[in-house]
């Protein structure tokens, strides 16, 4: 046989193959030959049931190898498509899993086995446990990141509160000292008096501030004009005011100057004495 009329032979008898029902076709099983579907695939089967409408048994178990589900198709005849998927590899009738309408089993019909059959190797492994394990990154901690991010928000305002009911009080501002009395500016002047010559200014301030000391140790003080002329008229304190009047008002007063200081000392030695 030339080579031409072999591969001619070969394409007529690959076009003259019956092809295989394909996954969901109608089927009519025989009562010995198992109808082959692959496992996780709905597959259906048409059947007559004159006797009346047939339905799928209630499941009783959840972990059933096979599911069944039957669609009315109408006729005289009661025509039904059952539609079944394998859960489990195995071979199964399908006859018991029916019953009519009114809980008895079906009438009249051959059994209906059929076959699961699994597409997978022997031990089939799969890759969710090759897995790497997952890192310490972004992905997937988001919940994480979310949980830190609000324990941040809220512990910014509970440092805050704390600090500040932590937080000591300043300080008392130390008191101003109290400005300096009279007799502390006439020793002051004195002491600038006996160092130089007082200006006018000076001059004029050092009587008052003597006057308003004076006024002050001596009891019952009035206003200074009354206070003045009554430290006239005291013995002790008349020598000290005159010699200071001397001193200040007087043309040649300088001359008497010494005198008028040494009477003011002894008179600021004797308000000072406890």
Known sequence: MTPRVLAATLLLAIACAPSPPATGAQTTPSATQATRVPRGTIATIEVEHPAGPL?????????????????????????????YLG????????????????????EGLPPMPVEIYTQLPPNPTTDLYGLPEPTLGFEGRYRAALWVLGLVWLAVPVVAISRRLLRRPPPAPAPEPPPPSPLERVRTLLEEA???????AERGRFELLL???????APGAGDLAEA????????????VVRAVERW?????????RDEALDRVTGAVRTETRP
Do not use: W, Y
């Open 55 to 83: 339905r799928a048994k209630a499941l009783r178990d959840g972990n059933a190898p096979i599911l069944v589900r039957v669609a009315p198709l109408g006729g005289p005849r009661h025509r039904h498509r059952v539609e």
């Open 248 to 256: 200040l008002h007087v043309a040649d007063g300088e001359r008497r």
């Open 211 to 217: 006057l308003q000391a004076l006024r002050d140790a």
């Open 194 to 200: 006996k160092a130089r010559p007082l200006d006018v």
């Open 228 to 239: 003045t002329a009554r430290l006239r008229r005291e013995p002790a304190s008349a020598s």
């Open 87 to 106: 859960v489990v590899e195995g071979e199964f009738d399908l006859l018991p899993l029916l019953e009519q309408a009114d809980g008895r089993p079906p």
